[in-house]
Structures are given as structure tokens and as C-alpha cells.
């Protein structure tokens, strides 16, 4: 009976444990995403670094986290392939976690990035996938966003019915 009681504490403490540091993890992550932001020049070291202590953590909301500001970061760059690549890993951290949020959102900035590559086609579909994801799931924010940014397709393309649609859709989310 003791060894069970104490096997059950173990199984506690370590559990907290994991907990309080995956929360510190994910204020640097945070802190990272606010200085990728800001354009900080040592931001690929710092991410390296932070890589380094949490490659073996079995988060992948952290990880889909962690590739998500490398794909920005590398989209502020212009490395648009290895941006692609990282919002990739990304999705799959995120799905593997089933993050219902992180998947949408990445889906949405891989229609950015494609976008961003003058590839339109391939932007909406990746925006489709993530309206879909975000309307099963009621994550407004995301309708909003990724209905906003069809309607910047569709307003390059110069279907401005379709754009003032999307538009519209975008607005009644805020």
C-alpha cells in the first residue's frame, strides 16, 4: 500500500513538473514570437538555442508553436521555401496535438506564403482548408482572418463580388 501511494506521488510530482515547464517553455516561445516580431537580427540564434532545449519535449503544441514563428521568421527573410517547410511541420505538430487553432492558423499562413509567392490557387486552398478547420470549430478569430484574406485573392484577381463577399464574411467574425 505505501509503494503504491508513493508510486502515485511520483507519478504526481512529475506530472506538475512537466506541466511547469512546458509553461516555461511557452513563455519563451512567446518571448520569441515578440521579438521575431520586432525584427531582432539575433532572433535565428536565439530560436536555435531555444530548439536546443526542447527538442526532446513531447509537446506538439509547443512544437507546432516553434515552427511557426521559424516559418515567420523565415518569411521575413525571404526564404519563402524554408518558410513553407516550417509552417509544414508546423500543421503536422499541430495536428498530431489535435490543435484545432494551431492547424487553422497554419493553414492560413500557408496561403499567406503562397500568396506571398504569387501562387493565388494554391493560397485558397489553403485558406479553404483552414475556414473549414476554423468553422467546424468556432474559432471566429480564424473565420475572420482567413475570410479577409480570400477577399485580398479575390480583389487581386479582380472579382470584386467574390472579394466583397469574403469581405463582408470577415467583418460580421470582428
Given amino acids: ?26 513563455k519563451e516561445l ?16 536565439k530560436l536555435n538555442q531555444f530548439f536546443e532545449k526542447f527538442k526532446h519535449n513531447e509537446n506538439d503544441s509547443l512544437k507546432g508553436f516553434y515552427y ?3 516559418a515567420n521568421t523565415f518569411s521575413d527573410q525571404l526564404k519563402k521555401e524554408e518558410a ?12 498530431k496535438a489535435k490543435n484545432s487553432s494551431g492547424i487553422s492558423k497554419s493553414f492560413m499562413n500557408l496561403g499567406n506564403l503562397y ?4 501562387d493565388s490557387e494554391k493560397a485558397l486552398i489553403y485558406y ?6 476554423a468553422e467546424k470549430n468556432d474559432l471566429y478569430k480564424e473565420m475572420g482572418l482567413i ?28
Fill in 115 to 118: 500568396l506571398f509567392k504569387g
Fill in 84 to 95: 513553407i517547410k516550417s509552417i509544414i511541420l508546423s500543421n503536422q505538430f499541430y495536428t
Fill in 147 to 174: 475570410n479577409k484574406n480570400i477577399g485580398v485573392v479575390f480583389m487581386n484577381q479582380e472579382k470584386y463580388k467574390e472579394a466583397l463577399l469574403y469581405s463582408n464574411k470577415a467583418l460580421e467574425m470582428f
Fill in 1 to 26: 500500500m505505501k509503494k503504491q501511494l508513493l508510486i502515485l506521488l511520483l507519478i504526481g510530482f512529475n506530472f506538475l513538473f512537466s506541466q511547469n515547464k512546458n509553461e516555461t517553455l511557452y
Fill in 30 to 45: 512567446i518571448e520569441l514570437d515578440k521579438s521575431s516580431k520586432k525584427k531582432d537580427k539575433s532572433i535565428d540564434l
Fill in 128 to 133: 479553404n482548408k483552414g475556414l473549414e478547420i
Fill in 68 to 70: 511557426m514563428i521559424r
